[in-house]
């Protein structure tokens, strides 16, 4: 095996230790990001040349898989009732901005941030204006209301008041009236136990995704992630059923919002060692450099 080969090998582990460098100071810069999961490089050999009596010597190193650690985040206290955390390992479901139609599980837009509001045409929306959708049919949530000059009736929509485990929502109504939302653009049930029950099993609730392979979810930032076929996320229509909340495994949180799971002392620790390594894999590019100087040396 040349001298030549030894820079390669060194070089090979400068770009792996660069690319770890680079996932580690992402997760470092999301540690205040709500709902970010942090990342972490696993690496791998490459070929092997054999020189000879059953040896082998490497030739270096790649990154193998950026790994994302779906592991919860703290749960943070908000001052804000429509600020939604989910503890287990389900996604709140999203349609574009602007969406009015249903959108199939595998269409829809995951995201584990539930910093939602309700804006000017009365959808329950995230800081980008992406539509939380309801379990029944995966339509975007839609508050019943009327657009004036047309009178104000029971129902229409004032605030949120309440989110419970399951994704329920109680509203109060311009008149001061406690409401359950019941479905895109329906009238709203006012607040009773058969009328909670209606809801519940219509799946008129905010609806979840729980991929069987989260590992295969696509990121495209903004806090969202996207199906993949490696996802596990199934071509198929919202259901009640399927993406409500159940209430213990996986739980709704009002008031609450999840924070990064980043661990700063791990970083930090992952980060002297990754730069110890490129440190290492540069000196033997340096030391394969002035073996080769020597060995030029020797024709003088």
Same mark, same amino acid.
């Given at each position: ?46 070929? $092997? ?107 229409? $929509? ?12 109680? $509203? ?16 709203? &049930? ?8 209606? #809801? ?8 979840? #995704? ?6 295969? &979810? ?49 970083? &930090? ?28 040396? &020797?024709?003088?």
């Amino acid at each position: 095996m040349s001298l030549s080969s030894a820079m390669f090998t060194g070089v090979s582990g400068l770009q792996s230790n660069s690319q770890a460098i680079s996932v580690i100071g992402n997760n470092i810069a999301n540690s205040n990001t709500v709902g970010f999961k942090s990342s972490s490089t696993l690496f791998s050999d490459l070929l $092997y040349q054999n020189i000879g009596n059953n040896s082998q010597v490497g030739t270096g190193e790649k990154v193998q898989l950026v790994r994302t650690n779906y592991t919860g985040g703290s749960m943070a206290n908000s001052t804000s009732v429509t600020d939604v955390a989910i503890q287990g390992n389900s996604f709140f479901a999203l349609a574009a901005p602007g969406a009015t139609a249903a959108v199939n599980q595998n269409a829809a837009y995951l995201t584990r941030a539930g910093e939602f509001n309700v804006d000017t045409a009365y959808h329950l929306v995230n800081p980008d204006g992406y539509e939380a959708v309801q379990a029944n049919g995966g339509t975007p949530i839609l508050f019943q209301h009327n657009t004036p000059p047309a009178a104000v009736v029971a129902g229409d $929509y004032a605030k949120v008041t309440a989110i419970d485990s399951r994704g329920v929502i109680t $509203y109060q109504d311009l008149q001061g009236n406690s409401f359950y939302y019941n479905g895109n653009g329906a009238a709203g &049930l006012p607040v009773s136990t058969a009328n909670y029950n209606t #809801v519940l099993t219509a799946g008129n609730v905010i609806a979840v #995704v729980n991929p069987t392979n989260p590992n295969g &979810l696509a990121k495209i930032g903004n806090n969202l992630y996207q199906s993949t076929g490696a996802s596990g996320v199934p071509a198929a229509a919202f259901t009640a059923a399927a993406n409500t909340a159940n209430g213990t495994s996986e739980t709704m949180l009002s008031n609450y919002l999840e924070s990064s799971n980043v661990d700063m002392a791990t970083e &930090l620790v992952n980060m002297l060692t990754t730069q110890r390594a490129y440190s290492a894999n540069s000196k033997t590019i340096t030391t394969a450099d002035q073996m080769i100087q020597e060995t030029l040396g &020797l024709v003088r």
